[in-house]
């Protein structure tokens, strides 16, 4: 071969890597439906029974949620991968389970650096590489990398302003929404009540934060720490809407579909309903009045979509990233004969149902069918089906544990459905579902409720190690079998393990799980101490 031969091959080698994706999508499946638009809207810590049409006896009512399970599928059997924040968004984008991180329990800061690896492929990747234009508007807190120039304080305390990192607010963010597939990106990075509170557009500051805020409601506070001028913490619903609402109307005419990502800051903690809704619930209860605004939120959405002409090509997805909060003050609510957890045991937190089991609604007017499923879902399971939607195969390396939940639905899908999933506490405690049991590899409620960590030692030492409960018999988990049916914990634990250590729960080839300094909940399994 003559090296001018050589010579055009290296150079046509370097061209097709340079543009290849960071992880390629396999376009050849055909779809059976013309590209919808696509909005997932994501509440912050909202029950399974605050939704009206979720709970038969709510004293809260969500007319505009209800609205969206009449143009869809409302599922009742539907977790979030872990039961707080940070691990369900993470998931909810990649598809994969959030245990796989480094991040093997609790949550990010507001200055953690990004949970998701640059070589990650998203949901939003999938999208922009299959013709979307796409959109994150809202809370992220799955870290993002500031501009630190103090790096040896962030592994102090943030509520500790000696701790504070020192961070040019003047220049861009690395690793943020636009990094992991979004073209439009606008809001801020942790929690409402995590610092610093700054809005971030496409990966610039809005503002250089200059005061120092902090503050506290009836129910809940947020910490002290930077915010910038232009960032109100009682606005931080009107303003995801309002940019979302934008969004919709600038991108309605436009030949390519979208897809926006709305994650809601509420109703979590800093209970903050605006003037006009304080008081709407009639229960004397600003969380309730804070649901009430989330359903606001949803309704502005879809009258968008109307007003715009496009409500008819655009799938909704509306859900919770975790069970409701020990704030919104249960024992007040239940005394007006509400409760946010439905019929389920524990909270946020838990890995008892009441931590993980969420409302999730996917709709598309006049395209779905309404209807009621059972079918097991977990929020990891929005990649592949929305892959399923366009009519895309994924590559062995991506949605390592999605599954699709299409063929709940009148449209077409020969894709496999879910058969198990795993449940994870804030503690980072397994639990282990298939068919009617669940196996809770831990004491009490690996979370918050009692009985937990903190419970008097005489007591949590009497705990039995592992809970095995029919969840289909059983909704409130109150009778453990575990010697009973000593056979299924250890089949479930088998499964377990393996689907931990294949790093994947779908078919194909092994993938490897990130490292971490310790995984003592994975060396509690190994070590044969269930």
Known sequence: MSFKSILQITIISIFLFSCKDKNPINKEKKSTVAKPNIIYILADDLGYGDVSIYNKNSKIQTPNIDNLASDGVMYTDAH?????????????????????????????????????????????????????????????????????????????????????????????????????GFDYSYGFCGSLDMPPYVWVENDIPTSVPTKLTKGKTKQGTWRKGLTADDFEHEQALPEITKHTVSYIGENAKSDKPFFVYMP???????????????????????????????????????????????????????????????????????????????????????????????????????KITASKSDQLLCTTDFYATVADVIGVDLPDNVAEDSFSHLSTTNLSSDEPKRESIIHHSVRGDFAYRKGDYKVNFCKGSGGWSYPNINTKKAIYDTLPAVQLYNVKYDVAEKHNLQAEHPEIIKEYKADLLKIINNGRSTTGEKQQNDEASSWPQLENLNENKF
């Open 80 to 180: 979030t991968s872990s039961a707080v924040c940070t691990p369900t968004r993470y998931s909810i984008l990649t598809g994969r389970y959030n245990w796989r991180t480094s991040l093997k329990q609790g949550v990010v800061s507001g200055y953690s650096k990004s949970l998701i690896q640059p070589e990650r492929s998203t949901v939003a990747d999938l999208l922009k590489n299959n013709g979307y234009n796409t959109a994150f508007i809202g809370k992220w807190h799955m870290g993002w990398d500031w501009d630190i120039r103090q790096p040896d304080s962030l592994g102090l305390d943030i509520d500790n302003l000696k701790s504070r990192p020192v961070v040019d607010f003047t220049t861009p963010i690395k690793n943020g929404p636009n990094t992991h």
């Open 264 to 366: 809601l800051p509420a109703p979590h903690t800093p209970i903050l309903p605006t003037a006009e809704f304080q008081g709407t619930s009639n229960l004397d209860n600003p969380y309730a009045d804070f649901v009430i605004m989330v359903d606001w939120v949803v309704g502005e959405v879809t009258k968008a979509l109307e007003a715009n002409g496009i409500a008819e090509n655009t799938l909704i997805v509306f859900t919770s990233d975790n069970g409701c909060s020990p704030t919104a003050n249960f024992k007040q609510l239940k005394s007006k004969d509400h409760n946010p957890s439905y019929v389920y045991r524990g909270t946020k937190s838990d890995i008892y149902e009441g931590g993980h089991r969420v409302p999730y609604i996917m709709s598309w007017k006049n």
